[in-house]
Each structure stands twice: as C-alpha cells, then as structure tokens.
C-alpha cells in the first residue's frame, strides 16, 4: 500500500480563480497512526461503558469530549497535501494550510526530516529552527520563503523535482 499519491488536480484559489496544479502529492501517516487513534478510541469507549455500568454518570463527561476532540484532531492531521500550481505553493493538513506565491520562495532544497530535530510529527518546530509538516522521517524539502523569519520544511516524495519546479519560478 503506497503512503502518498502524485496527483495532478484543479483546486480553486481563494479568490475563486481556478488554476491547474503543477505538481500535486498527498502524504498519509504510516498505519500505525490510525491503529493508535482506534486504540484511544477503544480505551476511552471502555471507560465511558464502565463509568455508565457504574452508575456515575459525571465520569462520562470528559472521556466523551476526549473522544470527539480526538476524532476532530484525527480528521485534519490525517494527510498532509503539498501542491504547486502555475502561482502557488500550498501546504498543510486539514484546515491548517500555509500558501505563497511562487515567486516569494527564495530557496528550495532537498532536506532530510528527522525525529530527532523535530520530536514528533505534524507541524512541528525543529531544533534547527525551522518549522516542519511531517508524517514521517525521511525526504522532504527545505524553503525559504521572503517575509518569513524560519524556513519551512514539508515532507515529499519527490525533494528534487519540487525543487526543479519551485526555481524554474525564479527565473
């Protein structure tokens, strides 16, 4: 089973512009990401099911919440998107994107993504100052984006093509 897609797509800007994607790739965590949210999931769901069988109903409040507030958090850090069009860089789980222009990108080079810089995954901020969304350890690439004081960091598939793409802008 693959963990990303390389699509090519139309997506709507947000002025309502519509524009071809470049390049498109989605990335999904390894399956131990979902295994681990339906085992909070079951873990919660018990002690709900035992704070009902108990009688105490108050203890139902704050696993119930729990529950929805991990499905929540579950359905917007599911995949990471990573697009480019003619204009646009775009990025970002869920409703957590960044977007710029192409053309304000300074830089771009393949990086190596690691646990230890980042100590975890998601949006993360490294120990080398940079700010990364990650599903994983590995390739990923390096930005430097004008008006921004850190770069960005973004795991992809393919470092040296989005590259190739994002300097060819530059030109």
Not at 7 to 30: H, N
Not at 90 to 116: A, V, W
Request: glycine content about 8%; proline content about 4%.
């Amino acid at each position: 089973m693959k963990r990303s897609e390389v699509v090519c797509a139309v997506k709507r800007q947000p002025d309502s512009e519509v524009e071809e994607a470049v390049y498109a790739e989605t990335i999904r965590y390894g399956a131990w990401f979902p295994l681990m949210i339906l085992a909070l999931f079951g873990m919660l769901i018990a002690s709900v099911v035992i704070a009902i069988l108990a009688g105490n109903r108050r203890l139902v409040v704050f696993p119930a919440l729990f529950i929805v507030a991990l499905f929540l958090v579950y359905l917007n850090f599911r995949r990471l998107s990573f697009e480019v069009t003619k204009s646009y860089v775009r990025f970002g789980f869920g409703l957590l994107k960044k977007e710029f222009l192409r053309s304000d990108i300074n830089s771009c080079e393949p990086y190596e993504l690691t646990f230890q810089n980042y100590l975890g995954y998601g949006i993360r901020f490294g120990l080398d100052g940079t700010i990364a969304y990650n599903t994983r350890n590995g390739r990923g690439v390096k930005m430097v984006v004008e008006g921004r004081k850190k770069p960005y960091v973004v795991s992809v598939d393919d470092p040296g093509r989005v590259c190739e793409l994002l300097r060819q802008s530059a030109l």
